[in-house]
């Protein structure tokens, strides 16, 4: 394979220290794809064109090798300020242009807003019961900078919080429904003074399975749609809505995945806000009874993460030519350190559910520690040059850092 030349743009501010590196030539995934097996078909569901990857046509002894150019414009390497205040655990990180959302904790923490040259802004409410607070954690999150709002949802509170950009709590914006579970997404429209709501109940609670509503921000129903027709479908697959991984959202489209533990198989929804219609795009069939997945899309491709006795395995397929196959992604860019480890193994998982692409957060000891392996390999000079000067602006004991890449397609 041609070896990439890459390209390391730094800057550094006094708070903080962000890096960019792009690839100097272009790899194309979609030809590396074209010499795979045929695992997915076209079904037809409710006049809807759906993909299905057959888990059970994958040849499991063939692995392709996808390098992270091909996904992404380029990296950034982001050190988030290291004040007290502003340290954060290893949660999710939600992105936007201008800003990082992020939490101080995996599970029953605040939430932290930074900039995207990782200097803080500021807590975003509190665990409480107080204004601004929320009992439990984060689910669902929002980032609009054109209005200069942050919105949040625990599924514990029948509410959306909204805040501005300076981490002030703002109001509550009541649910006209609320399932008290995490079954919720949403979309707020500021300018339009509405909120475009997710319900998603399990099948032994209705035939329903999906219901879909528009709603003031004072919480008065505008319109309510009741999507029954996906339900002959999920149970035919044994789906059973549990919680919502939200893929991508913006003014016109949602992309997410209904999400349950306890069954072998997914699917990706999107909505269409304009026409309020909600349509499956991709799912999994042939999966065994101990198979769980995890779906996401990025730069024109699906990737299902699927999880059996056997271990863990990334599959990629394409929609164009419904070929795919086991797939491991691979870090060609910031000098080839290895940024897997502290993605669970699988750089895929950082593709997954962050409204931007790849996004993940990083130990600052664990990546340092990365990075010095890269050095100890046989790289070139001008990698070790630029290898050692990333390391040198990387505080030893310091807050956490955040690598985004920005989708080649979103």
Request: aromatic share 10%.
């Amino acid at each position: 394979m041609t070896r990439i030349t890459i390209a390391i743009t730094i800057a550094i501010s006094a708070l903080s220290c962000m890096y960019s590196c792009s690839a100097g030539s272009h790899v194309d995934n979609k030809e590396i794809l074209d010499y795979c097996d045929i695992i997915a078909s076209h079904d037809i569901i409710n006049n809807d064109t759906v993909i299905s990857c057959h888990l059970d046509r994958i040849d499991t002894d063939k692995t392709i090798r996808l390098p992270l150019s091909s996904l992404v414009d380029s990296l950034e390497v982001i050190v988030l300020e290291d004040k007290e205040e502003a340290m954060c655990g290893m949660g999710p990180v939600w992105v936007s242009d201008n800003y990082i959302l992020t939490s101080a904790g995996m599970r029953n923490s605040a939430s932290l807003l930074f900039r995207r040259d990782g200097s803080f802004v500021g807590k975003l409410g509190d665990l409480g019961n107080g204004p601004g607070e929320y009992r439990f954690s984060i689910f669902q999150r929002q980032i609009d900078e054109n209005a200069g709002r942050v919105y949040l949802y625990s599924f514990t509170d029948p509410y959306i919080l909204m805040y501005d950009l300076r981490c002030n709590f703002l109001r509550e914006i009541p649910l006209a429904h609320h399932p008290k579970s995490e079954r919720v997404e949403f979309f707020a429209d500021y300018d339009k003074n509405e909120t475009d709501v997710f319900l998603f109940i399990c099948p032994e609670e209705t035939d329903t399975l999906i219901t879909t509503f528009r709603q003031t921000l004072d919480g008065t129903i505008i319109d309510e749609h009741c999507h029954a027709g996906l339900s002959d479908k999920t149970k035919e697959h044994g789906f059973d809505y549990g919680s919502i991984n939200t893929i991508l959202k913006d003014r016109d489209n949602i992309l997410f995945t209904p999400h349950h533990d306890k069954t072998p198989n997914d699917t990706i929804l999107q909505y269409d806000r304009r026409n309020c219609k909600l349509t499956p795009r991709f799912t999994v069939a042939g999966a065994s009874e101990d198979t769980n997945v995890q779906l996401t899309y990025m730069s024109g491709l699906y990737f299902t993460i699927a999880y059996d006795a056997s271990g863990v395995r990334t599959i990629v397929t394409d929609p164009r030519t419904l070929k795919g196959s086991v797939c491991e992604i691979y870090n060609d860019m910031l000098g080839g350190i290895d940024l897997s480890e502290g993605c669970a193994g699988q750089l895929c998982n950082a593709l997954y559910n962050n409204n931007y692409g790849f996004a993940w957060m990083y130990d600052s000891g664990d990546f340092t520690d990365a990075i010095g392996a890269r050095l100890a390999e046989d790289i070139t000079e001008d990698e070790r040059d630029r290898l050692n000067a990333l390391l040198a602006d990387i505080p030893a004991e310091g807050n956490n850092i955040v690598v985004l890449g920005r989708s080649k397609q979103q």
